[in-house]
Nanobody, 125 residues
Framework: QLQLVESGGGLVQSGGSLRLSCAAS????????IGWFRQAPGKGREGVSC????????IYADSVKGRFTISRDSAKNTVYLQMNSLKPEDTAIYYC??????????????????WGQGTQVTVSS
C-alpha cells in the first residue's frame, strides 16, 4: 500500500530553519515526481516546490525561491524540503504528494495522485 509520511515540522522563530521529510513506504519514490504543498488557515492548498521524476528538474514558488530547497535521497526513499530564513507567512500545514507522470513537476493540487497526512510548520515573529 502506497504511503507517504511527512515529518520535521514544528515551531520556529522568524529567520530560523526547518527540514521537512517525506518518507515513502510500499513504493519507490524515484519512480514518482514529488511536490511539496502548504495550506494556511482559511486558504487553499498551494504548491511550494516540486522535483520531476526523471530529469530532476525543480520548481519553486516565487514566495520561497532562494530560501527553500527540495532534494531526494534515493537510498532512504525520502524527499526533503530544506526551509531557511523562515517567515511568519510560511506558517501552514505542509504536505507532500506524488504523481507517476513522466512529464510533470507537480505544482497544482490536481496533478497529485497521492498525499501524505501533513506536518505543521509555525513561524513566530
Amino acid at each position: 500500500q502506497l504511503q507517504l509520511v511527512e515529518s520535521g515540522g514544528g515551531l520556529v522563530q522568524s529567520g530560523g530553519s526547518l527540514r521537512l521529510s517525506c518518507a515513502a513506504s510500499g513504493f519507490t519514490l524515484d519512480r514518482y515526481a514529488i511536490g511539496w504543498f502548504r495550506q494556511a488557515p482559511g486558504k487553499g492548498r498551494e504548491g511550494v516546490s516540486c522535483i520531476s521524476r526523471r530529469s530532476g528538474i525543480t520548481i519553486y514558488a516565487d514566495s520561497v525561491k532562494g530560501r527553500f530547497t527540495i532534494s531526494r535521497d534515493s537510498a532512504k526513499n525520502t524527499v526533503y524540503l530544506q526551509m531557511n530564513s523562515l517567515k511568519p507567512e510560511d506558517t501552514a500545514i505542509y504536505y507532500c504528494g506524488v504523481t507517476l507522470s513522466l512529464f510533470v513537476c507537480p505544482t497544482v493540487v490536481s496533478e497529485i495522485e497521492s498525499w501524505g497526512q501533513g506536518t505543521q510548520v509555525t513561524v513566530s515573529s
